[in-house]
């Protein structure tokens, strides 16, 4: 357990619906990234949040948003879902400044 | 875009061999670190090499640094079978207000044949 945790593991729905991913940073951590991975574009980076701030903004496309609470958990809503938008969604967190990521296991999206 | 591109993309080897896999960036940077992702699962947190180190181990890994040539490398000593895994690298890109954000090459993977 990396002490960041990320729900659901799966999710599964149908083109044009819209899904919520959710995020707990590791204990301590303020910072929170969202990255999406897929076979072809590998992983790249989405959205980062800071103690509740947007920081910085990657490869997000306007039908995805993020937000980060006051208990410092994230959430990642994904709507008007593409066959494209199936893949890998990783949170991770991290301490302020140069330090590594501490990732969650991911949430596997299948759209169909 | 990608900042860090691994080579090769692909590695078989024998357990008890050495692996080594390399990473090329492209503009300066304060650090950079590897990452380990076993199949479907998250990364994990490897090593972090700082621009002004040239060496740093870690058990059986030995990453070395070149800012001269823009290059890193992962060596894995001894390898198990349980090294089997893709491995990344990442490098750090900045948005102001002392943000940073990891940017990954797309990975080596590594197969250890028992």
């Known amino acids: 357990d990396s002490g960041v945790t990320q729900t659901p593991k799966h999710l599964i729905t149908a083109t044009g619906q819209r899904v919520t991913l959710r995020c707990s940073p590791r204990?301590?951590?303020?910072?929170v990234y969202w990255y999406q991975q897929s076979l072809d574009q590998g992983l790249q980076f989405l959205i980062q949040?800071?103690?509740?701030?947007?920081?910085a903004k990657g490869n997000i496309l306007e039908r995805f948003s993020a937000q980060q609470f006051p208990d410092l958990h994230s959430e990642l809503n994904l709507s008007s879902l593409e066959l494209g938008d199936s893949a890998l969604y990783f949170c991770?967190?991290?301490?302020?400044?140069?330090?590594?990521?501490?990732f969650g296991s991911g949430t596997r999206l299948t759209v169909v | 875009s990608q900042q860090g591109e691994e080579d090769p993309q692909a590695l078989s080897i024998q357990e008890g061999e050495n692996a080594t896999m390399n990473c090329s960036y492209k503009?300066?940077?304060?650090?950079l670190q590897w990452y380990r992702q076993n199949s479907g699962r998250g990364l994990v947190h490897l090593i972090l090499?700082?621009?002004?180190?040239r060496e740093k181990h870690s058990g059986r890994l030995r990453v070395t640094l070149d800012t001269s040539k823009k290059s890193s490398s992962l060596l894995i000593t001894a390898s198990r079978a349980a090294d089997t895994a893709s491995y990344f690298c990442?490098?750090?890109?900045?948005?102001?207000?002392?943000?940073?954000?990891?940017?990954f090459g797309k990975g080596t993977k590594l197969s250890v044949i028992p």
């Open positions: 991770a967190s991290s301490v302020a400044g140069t330090k590594g990521y501490t």
């Open positions: 204990s301590g951590d303020l910072s």
């Open positions: 949040y800071y103690n509740g701030e947007e920081r």
């Open positions: 503009t300066s940077i304060n650090n």
């Open positions: 090499i700082r621009s002004n180190e």
């Open positions: 990442a490098t750090p890109g900045y948005s102001g207000a002392g943000s940073y954000q990891l940017t």
